[in-house]
């Protein structure tokens, strides 16, 4: 496709589970993000990878939050045991390169219950 | 207290109008400025972006920079029903619009026919 693609749309996840979501950047993109979204709150960075360079993970908020990028080009982002602080809004975006405009992709919208 | 600041809203206003929305800041290391716009349930798209003080015009938009209050704005004019949307406003000390970005909350903006 044209544009980042991003699976699931909506997940609805009880307390404690694992949820795993998926990136597919725009083809050729080497600079991939991981951004969250809260009600009420501002776009949050999560993660970010550029190439084969190790990942910049500073945004993460828990060791129960992980993310890969298999063969530059997919990400998953991992929640593990799952919280109800974690519902949010999980977007993905990509650029060319760093120094170029990223493109959002429509995000996971995650419900914890 | 939250590096970017900015007025979530909402805020209404008739088809027409001129539209001002702003957003103060508080690293004076943020040179880098953009501002977002997002329609319901889909991701963020970059309408403006600037890199210095002063205004940059595009169609019926314009981004205004000040470094030195620290505070940038986004005018709409003619303001249009399909600009109804959530507008963000997104910052960085570092040249390029894909490096880690620090956001604003958004200010929802309804426009009335």
């Known amino acids: 496709g044209a544009g980042v693609s991003q699976s699931p749309s909506n997940k609805v996840t009880e307390k404690g589970k694992d949820v795993e979501l998926r990136c597919d950047p725009i083809?050729?993109?080497?600079?991939l993000y991981w951004y969250r979204q809260s009600l009420g709150q501002g776009l949050e960075f999560l993660i970010y990878?550029?190439?084969?360079?190790?990942?910049?993970k500073s945004g993460l908020p828990s060791d129960r939050f992980s993310a890969e990028r298999t063969g530059g080009s997919v990400s998953t982002l991992t929640i593990q045991r799952t919280q109800q602080e974690d519902s949010a809004v999980y977007l993905c975006?990509?650029?060319?390169?760093?120094?170029?405009?990223?493109?959002f992709g429509e995000g996971s919208w995650l419900t914890v219950v | 207290q939250k590096e970017v600041e900015q007025d979530p809203g909402p805020l209404s206003v008739p088809e027409g109008a001129i539209v001002s929305l702003n957003c103060t800041y508080s690293?004076?290391?943020?040179?880098?400025f953009m501002w977002y716009r997002q329609y319901s349930r889909k991701g963020p798209e970059l309408l403006m972006y600037?890199?210095?003080?002063g205004n940059k015009e595009d169609g019926r938009f314009t981004a205004q920079v000040d470094k030195s209050s620290k505070y940038i704005s986004l005018f709409i004019r003619d303001s249009q029903p399909s600009d109804s949307a959530t507008y963000l406003c997104?910052?960085?000390?570092?040249?390029?619009?894909?490096?880690?970005?620090?956001f604003g909350t958004g200010t929802r903006l309804q426009v009335t026919l």
């Open positions: 997104a910052m960085s000390p570092h040249p390029g619009t894909a490096s880690k970005l620090t």
């Open positions: 975006a990509s650029s060319s390169d760093p120094g170029n405009t990223i493109y």
């Open positions: 600037t890199y210095s003080s």
């Open positions: 990878f550029q190439g084969n360079s190790a990942p910049d």
């Open positions: 083809s050729g993109h080497t600079a």
């Open positions: 690293n004076s290391a943020f040179q880098y």
